[in-house]
């Protein structure tokens, strides 16, 4: 078990990638918290999954976009826990469309979900992992942060954001012992990306050198081993994983 007594956290842990991801974590022996916003029924069908392979796992209600909501959020953990070994901000939203046509609370909405949450949870459970003096965050990237996404400009402004978040703050918390890193994904076969037709699902995937859409739980497994030891000497770094599309 290679995270054996690790306190994980994953937001947006509820579906998608950050199910996966929680999963991946639990498979490999951290005790596991996911957190989301809304989807109370997914949120715990993921956690009575991991329950039922006979790992630890929990569950908090928390919009990880609001300040004084993290710092609760936080106390509470610290509290029943005493520390935090792992912190994967996964959490994000996106939404197809022009710019200019776009409204600002959809800007807002996007920028909030997807960076701000990150100040937040990264300024309250970065502190206590500065104090313990060690940790492992993991920022959940994309492709599109790298390189832009026409009709997703928020969505890639966020993503860009992020790759220059986890470099900066790397350098801030890395004499405390505490590593920074991002995970890249190009297009992985989660509901987010169901809002295509089979027919440009197809054309996408022709696209990508290896022929397919990614899975989950291979973004998870990247998770593991940044959280790991295996990786002990990294920090700072953006690991993409999209099948060679880049």
């Known amino acids: 078990m290679r995270l054996k007594n690790k306190i994980a956290i994953v937001t947006g842990g509820s579906r998608g990638i950050g199910a996966d991801i929680a999963q991946e974590l639990a498979t490999n022996g951290a005790e596991v918290i996911i957190v989301y916003r809304n989807r109370d029924d997914k949120a715990c069908e993921v956690i009575e999954g991991i329950k039922a392979k006979g790992y630890k796992a929990h569950m908090y209600k928390c919009d990880v976009s609001n300040f004084n909501e993290v710092k609760k959020f ?51 459970i970065g502190r206590h992992m500065m104090w313990n003096k060690g940790g492992s965050i993991i920022n959940i990237s994309s492709i599109w942060g790298e390189v832009g996404a026409s009709c997703e400009v928020a969505y890639s402004a966020t993503k860009g954001g992020i790759n220059a978040f986890t470099r900066a703050f790397a350098k801030e918390v890395a004499s405390s012992g505490v590593r920074v890193n991002g995970i890249s994904p190009g297009v992985i076969n989660t509901e987010m990306n169901r809002w ?20 989950g739980s291979e973004i998870g497994k990247i998770a593991v081993f940044l959280s790991s030891e295996d990786s002990s000497y990294m920090t700072g770094q953006i690991l993409r994983a999209d099948g060679g599309m880049l």
């Open 74 to 124: 936080t106390e509470e953990i610290i509290e029943r826990f005493g520390k935090v070994d792992i912190l994967v901000n996964n959490a994000g939203i996106s939404e197809i469309g022009m710019l200019i046509d776009m409204e600002e609370e959809t800007w807002d909405s996007i920028s909030n979900t997807n960076l701000k949450s990150i100040f937040n949870m990264c300024k309250h």
């Open 196 to 215: 295509m037709t089979p027919e440009e699902e197809q054309e996408l995937q022709e696209e990508i050198p290896m022929g397919r859409f990614g899975e």
